[in-house]
């Protein structure tokens, strides 16, 4: 399996973006997924998942601000980002959720959130 991700860049605080992650080697409709992110310094953190049967879970720092979403025809899965904080600075990546076997990373997408 592997991982494009993309939709970075730099946003003003409060600004909005949407990632995708392009996913081949897997339909993505049979799994769940996650989406990660690295702010510089720190390590890998998890932000939200998706399973399967399409419920999904965010981490509480960006509950109610970020949403996980998929696109089961182009195999792509979303995360659409809004009222962004300096604290959502980072590089972002998705992969398998939480307490299963990861895939190789991709290269991931650069979030910068700044005045």
């Known amino acids: 399996v592997q991982f494009v991700e993309s939709g970075g860049g730099l946003v003003q605080p409060g600004g909005s973006l949407t990632l995708s992650c392009a996913v081949s080697?897997?339909?993505?409709?049979?799994?769940?997924w996650a989406w990660y992110r690295q702010a510089p310094g720190k390590q890998r953190e998890w932000v939200a998942n998706i399973e399967n049967d399409g419920t999904t879970l965010h981490h509480d720092s960006v509950k109610g601000r970020f949403g996980i979403s998929r696109d089961i025809a182009r195999n792509v899965v979303i995360l659409q980002m809004n009222s962004l904080k300096s604290d959502d600075t980072g590089l972002y990546y998705c992969n398998s959720p939480l307490g299963w076997p990861l895939y190789p990373w991709g290269q991931g997408t650069q979030v910068t959130v700044s005045s």
């Open positions: 080697g897997a339909l993505i409709s049979k799994y769940g």
